[in-house]
């Protein structure tokens, strides 16, 4: 049984060790550049911005831990917050895999985040960590979907695709990150599941388990960057912040 009167502790677990094909040839989506600061710097100052995250897991491609490792310590985070950078495997479960391995030992909540969302703000993060304080096993921030959705069958790309139903919108949410767990959760959850299993997620691998997932309202500026338009975006938002809040 836990210790009621130990702090609970929060540690965040991002996984870079993509190629971001969509985003084109060259450099590692995580390491592209936004406003001059590669993308994976940004996602960790923003899981870094929370008071309660005291340890961050970078998982970076496996024949490139060395050279992340030296680019994050070319941006100090805050002194509450420890990082350790650790080699990724083939897929992103694998990764997430490796890097709850790598955790210190009495981490009690743990946050997975997607290196291309770089721009989540903090109330976002503290909002999860604090569903999962109060006894969610496993949290997801979310916007409701602005477009409606239809359900096609698959054909080859290029070929129209017959509509075979369309979801009742208001009962759909766009998943974001970081998405919380209790620690021994998505262990299981990672221990249990095959990969590809249908599951997109790590709250994925949480339902297949049968665990409620719960959500909480994401934010706008927490999406993904993975086309070139969404890089434009990232650029458009980063220069308003830097204009109106003094971000760096």
Avoid: N, W
């Amino acid at each position: 049984m836990s210790d009621p009167t130990r702090p609970i502790r929060t540690a965040v677990v991002i996984p870079a060790a993509g190629r971001g094909v969509r985003l084109g040839p060259g450099t590692p989506k995580a390491l592209r550049t936004l406003g001059g600061t590669p993308m994976l710097v940004h996602a960790v100052r923003a899981m870094a911005a929370s008071r309660a995250v005291s340890h961050i897991v970078v998982v970076a491609p496996s024949d490139g831990a060395t050279e992340v490792d030296r680019l994050l310590h070319e941006y100090p985070l805050a002194d509450r917050t420890e990082f350790v950078v650790v080699p990724g495997g083939q897929t992103r479960q694998e990764s997430v895999r490796l890097g709850l391995a790598a955790l210190p030992e009495g981490i009690d909540v743990v946050l997975v985040h997607d290196a291309a969302r770089p721009l989540v703000p903090v109330d976002t993060v503290d909002a999860v960590i604090a569903a999962v304080r109060a006894g969610a096993p496993a949290v997801v921030p979310a916007l409701p979907l602005a477009d409606t959705v239809k359900q096609v069958e698959p054909q080859p790309q290029g070929t129209p695709e017959p509509v075979v139903g369309t979801p009742e919108r208001s009962l759909l949410r766009a998943v974001q990150t970081p998405q919380g767990f209790d620690l021994a959760t998505l262990r299981k959850a990672h221990d249990t599941v095959v990969e590809g299993e249908g599951a997109t997620d790590d709250a994925g691998l949480a339902e297949r388990l049968g665990v409620p997932v719960v959500v909480v309202p994401g934010h706008e500026e927490a999406f993904k960057v993975t086309r070139p338009l969404d890089l434009v975006l990232a650029e458009a938002v980063l220069a308003r912040r830097r204009a109106t809040d003094g971000y760096v």
